[in-house]
Nanobody, 110 residues
Framework: QVQLVESGGGLVQPGGSLRLSCAASGSIFSIMRWYRQAPGKERGMVAV????ATNYADSVKGRFTISRAENTMYLQMNSLKPEDTAVYYC?????????WGQGTQVTVSS
């Protein structure tokens, strides 16, 4: 049974940092991504990591860093802005298909 469990969200002041984690189990995943969805907006990709490369949305380049250790994916978020407020979801794709986590709320506010 495939499971993706996110953690690390919360409330942070502008300019602060948070580290999200996504613990994946039940399969082997070749591609892992972070997405986010703000109220009233579509879900959009934030960052992706494969065995060869990482890539980021323009809005987070230079502030966010995606990494992976075995089947746990991380998103280090620095210099957070109010517009980063959203529910953050992890997505993993592997031999069994694609799977989503349940999401974790990140709120950037003073």
């Amino acid at each position: 049974q495939v499971q993706l469990v996110e953690s690390g969200g919360g409330l942070v002041q502008p300019g602060g940092s948070l580290r999200l984690s996504c613990a994946a189990s039940g399969s082997i995943f070749s591609i892992m991504r972070w997405y986010r969805q703000a109220p009233g907006k579509e879900r959009g990709m934030v960052a992706v990591i494969t065995s060869r490369a990482t890539n980021y949305a323009d809005s987070v380049k230079g502030r966010f860093t995606i990494s992976r250790a075995e089947n746990t994916m991380y998103l280090q978020m620095n210099s957070l802005k109010p517009e980063d407020t959203a529910v953050y979801y992890c997505y993993a794709f592997g031999v069994a298909g694609g799977y989503w986590g349940q999401g974790t709320q990140v709120t950037v506010s003073s």
